[in-house]
């Protein structure tokens, strides 16, 4: 299996219930390395874009609220397999449909405030890392 890249971001939710060190503990305990982390404010337009994927969805105005409505932490992660390993960590985007023992369902409150983002695909998961980190912060950390 490749050494794959993906990145986490703990949402709004995630910080403003100071849930971050448990949610970063499990990430260790399932293997991830953590090559950078940082926490920003996301503007509106940043999270837009971010999401922009969804723009024509019925939830992407709501989501972008939400992700701009305080501050949020990315963290690029690598391991073997990492983009469908921490997709299982995490569950399913619905905390009430996601698996016993993930985190969205232990932490989660809805579909929208769902605590974790987590890429789904090899190639989003280079492409979000570097949407939040240059390579140069990443490799430094190695
Ligand atoms: P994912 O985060 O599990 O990959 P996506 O379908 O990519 O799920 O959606 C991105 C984010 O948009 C979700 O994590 C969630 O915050 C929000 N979202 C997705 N679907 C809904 C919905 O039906 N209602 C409200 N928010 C949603
Ligand atoms: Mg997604």
Redesign the pocket.
């Known amino acids: 299996m490749a050494i794959e890249r993906t990145l986490a971001i703990l949402?709004p939710d995630c910080v403003r219930k100071n849930l971050q060190g448990q949610v970063i503990a499990r990430m260790q305990k399932a293997g991830f390395t953590i090559l950078s982390m940082k926490m920003v404010r996301l503007s509106p337009i940043s999270a837009g874009a971010f999401?922009a994927v969804?723009k024509d969805?019925?939830?992407y105005k709501?989501?972008v609220e939400?992700m701009s409505s305080g501050a949020c932490m990315p963290i690029a992660l690598e391991k073997e397999n990492a983009v469908e390993d921490f997709?299982t960590l995490?569950g399913?985007?619905?905390p009430a449909e996601a698996a016993p023992g993930t985190i969205r369902k232990d932490f989660a409150e809805?579909?929208?405030?769902?605590i974790v983002?987590?890429s789904?695909s090899p190639d989003n998961g280079k492409s979000e890392v570097a949407f939040f980190f240059s390579e140069k912060e990443l490799a430094e950390n190695r």
Do not use: A, V
Not at 110 to 114: H, Q, V, Y
């Open positions: 949402k999401y969804h969805r019925p939830f709501g989501l939400f997709r995490i399913k985007t619905d809805s579909k929208g405030e769902n983002h987590g789904d």
